[in-house]
Protein backbone atom coordinates (compact mmCIF):
# COMPACT_ATOMS: atom_id res chain seq x y z
CA UNK A 1 0.00 0.00 0.00
CA UNK A 2 1.07 3.06 -0.66
CA UNK A 3 0.34 7.16 -0.49
CA UNK A 4 -0.76 8.97 -3.48
CA UNK A 5 -1.79 12.07 -4.41
CA UNK A 6 -4.81 13.12 -6.96
CA UNK A 7 -6.67 15.57 -8.98
CA UNK A 8 -10.34 14.87 -9.73
CA UNK A 9 -13.22 16.09 -10.29
CA UNK A 10 -16.54 16.28 -9.10
CA UNK A 11 -20.30 16.46 -10.56
CA UNK A 12 -20.40 20.17 -10.68
CA UNK A 13 -17.07 20.37 -12.12
CA UNK A 14 -15.26 21.39 -8.99
CA UNK A 15 -11.58 20.23 -8.68
CA UNK A 16 -10.61 18.26 -5.97
CA UNK A 17 -7.07 17.24 -4.34
CA UNK A 18 -6.21 15.04 -1.29
CA UNK A 19 -4.39 12.13 -0.29
CA UNK A 20 -5.23 8.28 -0.14
CA UNK A 21 -3.66 5.54 0.12
CA UNK A 22 -4.15 2.40 -2.12
CA UNK A 23 -2.11 -0.06 -3.74
CA UNK A 24 -1.93 1.24 -6.88
CA UNK A 25 -2.76 4.16 -9.16
CA UNK A 26 -5.15 1.75 -10.55
CA UNK A 27 -7.34 1.22 -6.42
CA UNK A 28 -6.94 5.13 -6.04
CA UNK A 29 -8.50 5.73 -9.05
CA UNK A 30 -11.40 3.21 -8.00
CA UNK A 31 -11.50 4.60 -4.41
CA UNK A 32 -12.23 7.82 -6.05
CA UNK A 33 -14.90 6.57 -8.18
CA UNK A 34 -16.65 5.32 -4.86
CA UNK A 35 -16.50 8.34 -4.28
CA UNK A 36 -18.72 9.77 -7.06
CA UNK A 37 -15.13 12.03 -8.41
CA UNK A 38 -14.06 11.77 -12.04
CA UNK A 39 -9.80 10.75 -11.37
CA UNK A 40 -7.61 13.30 -13.80
CA UNK A 41 -4.40 12.33 -11.99
CA UNK A 42 -2.66 10.17 -9.54
CA UNK A 43 0.43 10.45 -8.48
CA UNK A 44 2.71 8.12 -5.81
CA UNK A 45 4.05 10.65 -3.28
CA UNK A 46 7.70 8.85 -3.49
CA UNK A 47 7.59 9.04 -7.17
CA UNK A 48 6.50 12.79 -7.09
CA UNK A 49 9.06 13.59 -4.78
CA UNK A 50 11.89 11.61 -6.80
CA UNK A 51 10.95 14.13 -10.31
CA UNK A 52 10.95 16.91 -7.73
CA UNK A 53 14.74 16.06 -6.43
CA UNK A 54 16.16 15.90 -10.45
CA UNK A 55 14.58 18.88 -11.09
CA UNK A 56 14.76 22.77 -10.35
CA UNK A 57 13.07 23.18 -7.47
CA UNK A 58 13.41 26.50 -4.69
CA UNK A 59 12.13 24.53 -2.14
CA UNK A 60 13.92 20.68 -2.24
CA UNK A 61 13.81 19.16 1.23
CA UNK A 62 11.98 20.19 4.63
CA UNK A 63 13.57 22.78 6.76
CA UNK A 64 14.99 22.30 9.90
CA UNK A 65 12.36 23.49 12.25
CA UNK A 66 9.45 21.28 10.98
CA UNK A 67 12.47 18.64 11.21
CA UNK A 68 12.50 19.19 14.84
CA UNK A 69 8.79 19.59 15.23
CA UNK A 70 8.13 16.01 13.52
CA UNK A 71 11.17 14.37 15.35
CA UNK A 72 10.11 15.05 18.74
CA UNK A 73 6.29 14.68 17.97
CA UNK A 74 7.45 10.76 17.17
CA UNK A 75 9.48 10.61 19.94
CA UNK A 76 6.80 11.23 22.21
CA UNK A 77 4.29 9.44 20.53
CA UNK A 78 6.94 6.37 20.32
CA UNK A 79 7.71 6.66 24.17
CA UNK A 80 4.07 6.41 24.76
CA UNK A 81 3.65 2.96 23.47
CA UNK A 82 1.56 3.98 19.84
CA UNK A 83 2.27 1.70 17.24
CA UNK A 84 4.76 3.07 14.28
CA UNK A 85 2.05 3.53 11.52
CA UNK A 86 -0.21 4.98 13.93
CA UNK A 87 2.14 7.77 15.38
CA UNK A 88 3.64 8.56 11.63
CA UNK A 89 -0.30 8.80 11.08
CA UNK A 90 -1.14 10.72 13.87
CA UNK A 91 1.74 13.42 13.04
CA UNK A 92 0.86 13.62 9.57
CA UNK A 93 -2.65 14.71 10.38
CA UNK A 94 -1.30 17.10 12.65
CA UNK A 95 0.92 18.77 9.76
CA UNK A 96 -0.56 21.55 8.25
CA UNK A 97 1.79 21.80 5.12
CA UNK A 98 0.30 19.48 2.66
CA UNK A 99 3.92 18.35 0.98
CA UNK A 100 4.92 17.18 4.98
CA UNK A 101 2.04 15.27 5.01
CA UNK A 102 2.14 13.39 2.31
CA UNK A 103 5.75 12.83 2.84
CA UNK A 104 4.69 11.35 6.32
CA UNK A 105 2.16 9.33 4.58
CA UNK A 106 4.40 7.90 2.29
CA UNK A 107 6.96 7.05 4.93
CA UNK A 108 3.85 5.07 6.71
CA UNK A 109 2.82 3.30 3.38
CA UNK A 110 6.13 1.65 3.56
CA UNK A 111 6.19 0.40 7.14
CA UNK A 112 3.04 -0.83 6.51
CA UNK A 113 4.62 -2.85 3.30
CA UNK A 114 6.67 -4.58 6.03
CA UNK A 115 9.83 -2.13 5.29
CA UNK A 116 11.62 -0.19 8.17
CA UNK A 117 11.15 3.10 9.32
CA UNK A 118 14.53 4.11 8.17
CA UNK A 119 13.77 2.61 4.38
CA UNK A 120 10.33 4.63 4.32
CA UNK A 121 12.79 7.92 5.18
CA UNK A 122 15.72 6.49 2.73
CA UNK A 123 12.16 7.36 -0.05
CA UNK A 124 12.67 10.69 0.65
CA UNK A 125 16.60 11.85 1.27
CA UNK A 126 15.91 15.61 0.65
CA UNK A 127 13.53 15.59 3.76
CA UNK A 128 15.74 13.12 5.81
CA UNK A 129 19.38 13.55 5.51
CA UNK A 130 21.75 10.53 5.87
CA UNK A 131 22.47 11.27 9.86
CA UNK A 132 19.18 11.36 10.43
CA UNK A 133 18.08 7.54 8.76
CA UNK A 134 21.50 5.92 9.96
CA UNK A 135 20.35 6.88 13.73
CA UNK A 136 16.91 5.20 12.65
CA UNK A 137 18.39 1.95 11.21
CA UNK A 138 21.01 2.05 14.48
CA UNK A 139 17.44 2.45 16.92
CA UNK A 140 15.96 -0.39 15.11
CA UNK A 141 18.41 -2.10 15.02
CA UNK A 142 19.23 -2.10 18.20
CA UNK A 143 15.49 -2.69 19.41
CA UNK A 144 15.16 1.06 21.70
CA UNK A 145 14.15 3.47 18.81
CA UNK A 146 11.66 5.29 21.01
CA UNK A 147 15.02 6.21 22.76
CA UNK A 148 17.04 6.84 19.62
CA UNK A 149 13.89 9.03 18.26
CA UNK A 150 14.35 11.64 22.07
CA UNK A 151 18.16 11.59 21.34
CA UNK A 152 17.40 12.67 17.65
CA UNK A 153 14.63 14.68 19.07
CA UNK A 154 17.02 16.54 21.03
CA UNK A 155 19.79 17.41 18.42
CA UNK A 156 17.62 18.51 15.57
CA UNK A 157 15.75 21.01 18.31
CA UNK A 158 19.57 22.03 19.26
CA UNK A 159 20.37 22.66 16.08
CA UNK A 160 17.38 24.21 14.69
CA UNK A 161 17.52 26.71 18.12
CA UNK A 162 21.72 27.55 16.91
CA UNK A 163 20.90 28.17 13.53
CA UNK A 164 17.86 30.12 14.91
CA UNK A 165 19.70 32.38 17.04
CA UNK A 166 22.35 33.49 14.27
CA UNK A 167 19.28 34.18 11.94
CA UNK A 168 17.63 36.22 14.77
CA UNK A 169 21.39 38.00 15.14
CA UNK A 170 21.91 38.88 11.71
CA UNK A 171 18.40 40.13 11.07
CA UNK A 172 19.06 43.71 12.58
CA UNK A 173 22.75 44.29 11.04
CA UNK A 174 20.96 43.23 7.59
CA UNK A 175 18.04 45.11 7.94
CA UNK A 176 20.38 48.79 9.04
CA UNK A 177 22.44 48.17 5.72
CA UNK A 178 19.42 47.42 3.36
CA UNK A 179 18.17 50.78 4.87
CA UNK A 180 21.11 52.94 4.64
CA UNK A 181 21.64 51.48 0.99
CA UNK A 182 17.86 52.89 0.20
CA UNK A 183 18.08 55.74 2.03
CA UNK A 184 21.67 56.74 0.47
CA UNK A 185 20.73 55.47 -2.81
CA UNK A 186 17.11 57.44 -2.59
CA UNK A 187 19.35 60.74 -1.72
CA UNK A 188 21.50 60.74 -4.57
CA UNK A 189 18.81 59.90 -6.98
CA UNK A 190 15.95 62.63 -5.79
CA UNK A 191 17.38 64.85 -3.29
CA UNK A 192 21.01 65.78 -4.19
CA UNK A 193 20.03 66.87 -8.00
CA UNK A 194 17.07 69.37 -6.73
CA UNK A 195 19.83 70.91 -4.62
CA UNK A 196 23.17 71.17 -6.70
CA UNK A 197 20.95 71.95 -9.76
CA UNK A 198 21.32 75.71 -8.20
CA UNK A 199 25.56 75.70 -8.60
CA UNK A 200 25.61 74.02 -11.49
CA UNK A 201 24.88 77.27 -13.86
CA UNK A 202 27.91 79.17 -12.35
CA UNK A 203 30.88 79.62 -13.80
CA UNK A 204 32.81 78.86 -11.15
CA UNK A 205 34.57 75.91 -10.45
CA UNK A 206 33.09 73.15 -7.84
CA UNK A 207 34.84 71.75 -5.02
CA UNK A 208 36.14 68.30 -6.01
CA UNK A 209 33.70 66.87 -3.40
CA UNK A 210 30.29 68.32 -4.89
CA UNK A 211 31.83 67.09 -8.53
CA UNK A 212 32.33 63.67 -7.73
CA UNK A 213 28.87 63.95 -5.71
CA UNK A 214 27.12 65.28 -8.98
CA UNK A 215 28.81 62.89 -10.76
CA UNK A 216 27.47 59.75 -8.84
CA UNK A 217 24.05 61.32 -9.01
CA UNK A 218 24.51 61.45 -12.53
CA UNK A 219 25.28 58.07 -13.39
CA UNK A 220 22.93 56.10 -10.72
CA UNK A 221 19.83 58.02 -12.36
CA UNK A 222 21.03 57.22 -15.76
CA UNK A 223 22.53 53.28 -15.58
CA UNK A 224 20.44 52.24 -12.26
CA UNK A 225 19.12 49.42 -14.29
CA UNK A 226 22.37 48.14 -15.38
CA UNK A 227 23.62 48.95 -11.85
CA UNK A 228 21.41 46.54 -10.42
CA UNK A 229 22.00 43.82 -13.17
CA UNK A 230 25.82 43.94 -12.97
CA UNK A 231 25.70 43.07 -9.20
CA UNK A 232 23.26 40.39 -9.94
CA UNK A 233 25.78 39.30 -12.60
CA UNK A 234 28.54 39.41 -10.18
CA UNK A 235 26.75 37.64 -7.58
CA UNK A 236 25.55 35.07 -9.84
CA UNK A 237 29.30 34.59 -11.29
CA UNK A 238 30.63 34.47 -7.44
CA UNK A 239 28.18 31.95 -6.80
CA UNK A 240 28.98 29.61 -10.13
CA UNK A 241 32.44 29.74 -9.17
CA UNK A 242 32.32 29.21 -5.39
CA UNK A 243 30.94 25.83 -6.84
CA UNK A 244 33.92 24.48 -8.65
CA UNK A 245 35.83 22.67 -6.24
CA UNK A 246 39.13 24.03 -6.67
CA UNK A 247 37.97 27.67 -6.06
CA UNK A 248 35.65 26.48 -3.29
CA UNK A 249 38.70 24.76 -1.91
CA UNK A 250 40.29 27.87 -1.89
CA UNK A 251 37.66 30.12 -0.80
CA UNK A 252 37.35 27.66 2.64
CA UNK A 253 41.05 27.38 3.38
CA UNK A 254 41.21 31.50 3.37
CA UNK A 255 38.14 31.65 5.60
CA UNK A 256 40.34 29.59 7.90
CA UNK A 257 43.06 32.11 7.81
CA UNK A 258 41.22 34.83 8.18
CA UNK A 259 41.74 36.40 12.06
CA UNK A 260 38.31 36.57 13.04
CA UNK A 261 36.03 34.45 10.40
CA UNK A 262 38.63 31.64 10.81
CA UNK A 263 38.31 30.97 14.34
CA UNK A 264 34.32 31.25 13.87
CA UNK A 265 34.30 29.14 11.01
CA UNK A 266 36.43 26.51 13.07
CA UNK A 267 33.81 26.70 16.12
CA UNK A 268 30.47 26.63 13.84
CA UNK A 269 32.19 23.67 11.84
CA UNK A 270 33.15 21.90 15.33
CA UNK A 271 30.09 22.18 16.91
CA UNK A 272 28.47 20.56 14.56
CA UNK A 273 30.83 17.66 13.74
CA UNK A 274 30.99 16.49 17.58
CA UNK A 275 27.10 17.60 18.59
CA UNK A 276 26.53 14.73 15.33
CA UNK A 277 29.18 11.96 15.87
CA UNK A 278 27.65 12.11 19.26
CA UNK A 279 24.23 11.14 18.73
CA UNK A 280 25.11 8.49 16.46
CA UNK A 281 28.08 7.14 18.59
CA UNK A 282 25.31 6.97 21.11
CA UNK A 283 22.98 5.52 18.89
CA UNK A 284 25.13 2.54 18.13
CA UNK A 285 26.17 4.01 15.02
CA UNK A 286 29.73 1.91 14.11
CA UNK A 287 32.21 4.64 14.51
CA UNK A 288 33.69 4.26 10.82
CA UNK A 289 30.21 4.99 9.60
CA UNK A 290 29.47 7.61 12.41
CA UNK A 291 32.87 9.65 11.05
CA UNK A 292 31.79 9.16 7.34
CA UNK A 293 28.29 10.20 8.25
CA UNK A 294 29.49 13.03 10.45
CA UNK A 295 31.83 14.68 8.29
CA UNK A 296 29.17 15.21 5.71
CA UNK A 297 27.41 18.04 7.80
CA UNK A 298 30.94 20.21 7.94
CA UNK A 299 30.72 22.94 5.16
CA UNK A 300 34.34 23.64 5.38
CA UNK A 301 36.09 21.36 2.77
CA UNK A 302 39.60 21.61 4.66
CA UNK A 303 38.43 20.45 7.58
CA UNK A 304 35.86 17.71 5.72
CA UNK A 305 39.07 16.38 4.50
CA UNK A 306 40.66 16.41 7.29
CA UNK A 307 37.40 13.98 9.09
CA UNK A 308 37.87 11.83 6.12
CA UNK A 309 41.21 11.19 6.27
CA UNK A 310 41.22 10.77 10.05
CA UNK A 311 38.52 7.97 9.33
CA UNK A 312 41.05 6.45 7.27
CA UNK A 313 43.85 6.67 10.24
CA UNK A 314 41.03 4.79 12.73
CA UNK A 315 40.26 2.02 10.32
CA UNK A 316 44.01 1.34 9.72
CA UNK A 317 43.75 1.03 13.97
CA UNK A 318 44.56 4.78 14.94
CA UNK A 319 42.77 6.90 18.01
CA UNK A 320 40.13 9.20 16.87
CA UNK A 321 41.66 12.04 18.83
CA UNK A 322 45.04 11.30 17.39
CA UNK A 323 43.88 10.92 14.10
CA UNK A 324 41.52 14.85 13.83
CA UNK A 325 44.96 15.96 15.52
CA UNK A 326 47.27 15.52 12.86
CA UNK A 327 45.62 18.12 10.59
CA UNK A 328 45.62 20.91 13.09
CA UNK A 329 42.58 22.29 11.95
CA UNK A 330 40.10 21.39 14.82
CA UNK A 331 40.81 22.83 18.48
CA UNK A 332 42.86 21.66 21.06
CA UNK A 333 39.81 21.23 23.91
CA UNK A 334 37.87 19.14 21.56
CA UNK A 335 40.69 16.98 20.67
CA UNK A 336 41.57 16.61 24.39
CA UNK A 337 37.55 15.55 25.29
CA UNK A 338 37.59 13.35 22.82
CA UNK A 339 41.07 11.43 23.85
CA UNK A 340 39.17 11.80 27.43
CA UNK A 341 36.39 9.96 26.04
CA UNK A 342 38.24 6.91 24.43
CA UNK A 343 40.73 6.52 27.63
CA UNK A 344 37.39 6.34 29.68
CA UNK A 345 35.13 4.22 27.47
CA UNK A 346 33.01 7.67 27.75
CA UNK A 347 33.41 9.41 24.12
CA UNK A 348 29.78 10.39 23.81
CA UNK A 349 29.72 11.72 27.13
CA UNK A 350 33.13 13.51 25.84
CA UNK A 351 31.73 14.64 22.53
CA UNK A 352 28.79 16.19 23.54
CA UNK A 353 30.69 18.51 26.20
CA UNK A 354 32.49 18.96 23.45
CA UNK A 355 30.18 20.27 21.29
CA UNK A 356 28.52 22.49 24.34
CA UNK A 357 32.45 24.28 24.88
CA UNK A 358 32.02 24.84 20.87
CA UNK A 359 28.71 26.10 20.94
CA UNK A 360 28.84 28.19 23.93
CA UNK A 361 32.28 29.77 22.28
CA UNK A 362 30.38 30.29 18.92
CA UNK A 363 27.40 32.27 20.85
CA UNK A 364 30.17 34.49 22.69
CA UNK A 365 32.10 35.07 19.56
CA UNK A 366 28.74 36.25 17.70
CA UNK A 367 27.61 38.29 20.01
CA UNK A 368 30.81 39.94 20.23
CA UNK A 369 31.34 40.31 16.48
CA UNK A 370 27.53 42.09 16.62
CA UNK A 371 28.41 44.42 19.67
CA UNK A 372 31.25 45.47 17.04
CA UNK A 373 29.52 45.00 14.05
CA UNK A 374 26.00 47.77 14.82
CA UNK A 375 27.77 50.62 15.76
CA UNK A 376 30.34 49.93 13.12
CA UNK A 377 27.67 50.38 10.55
CA UNK A 378 25.79 53.43 12.20
CA UNK A 379 29.36 54.70 11.93
CA UNK A 380 29.57 54.10 8.68
CA UNK A 381 26.15 55.10 7.60
CA UNK A 382 26.70 58.40 9.54
CA UNK A 383 30.16 58.86 7.26
CA UNK A 384 28.52 58.72 4.04
CA UNK A 385 25.63 60.96 5.11
CA UNK A 386 28.07 63.57 6.45
CA UNK A 387 30.37 63.38 3.42
CA UNK A 388 26.95 63.82 1.27
CA UNK A 389 26.13 67.17 3.33
CA UNK A 390 29.65 68.09 3.05
CA UNK A 391 29.11 68.32 -0.62
CA UNK A 392 26.28 70.05 -0.33
CA UNK A 393 27.06 72.84 2.55
CA UNK A 394 30.83 73.24 1.01
CA UNK A 395 29.13 75.40 -2.74
CA UNK A 396 26.93 77.69 0.09
CA UNK A 397 30.04 78.67 2.07
CA UNK A 398 31.47 80.01 -0.87
CA UNK A 399 28.63 81.11 -2.85
CA UNK A 400 29.82 84.82 -2.60
CA UNK A 401 32.63 83.66 -5.05
CA UNK A 402 30.74 81.44 -7.37
CA UNK A 403 28.59 84.73 -7.61
CA UNK A 404 31.61 86.31 -8.89
Given at each position: MG?????????????AKGLLEGDTPKHVRQLLRDRNLLPVSVTEVAQREARRQRSFSLRRGMSSAELALITRQ??????????????????SQQNDQPRTKSMLLGVRAKVMEGHTLADGFSEFPQAFPELYRATVAAGEQSGHLDVVLERLADYTEARQELRQRITNALVYPIALVVMAVAIISFMLATVVPKIVSVF????????????GLIA??????????LVI???????????????????????????LRLPVIGRLTR???TARFTRTLSILAGSGVPILEALNISAEVIENLPMRDAVMEAT????????????????????PMMIHLISSGEAGGRLEEMLSRA?????REVDGLIAALLGILQPLLIIIMGAIVLTIVLAILLPIFEINNLIR
Open positions: AFEYVAMDKAGKQLASLSQSGLPLEEALLAVENTSAELPALTSTSDFLRAYWLIGLGVVAYATWWVLQRDVPRRRYHSLLGVNLRVREGGSISKSLATSKLFPAAGQE
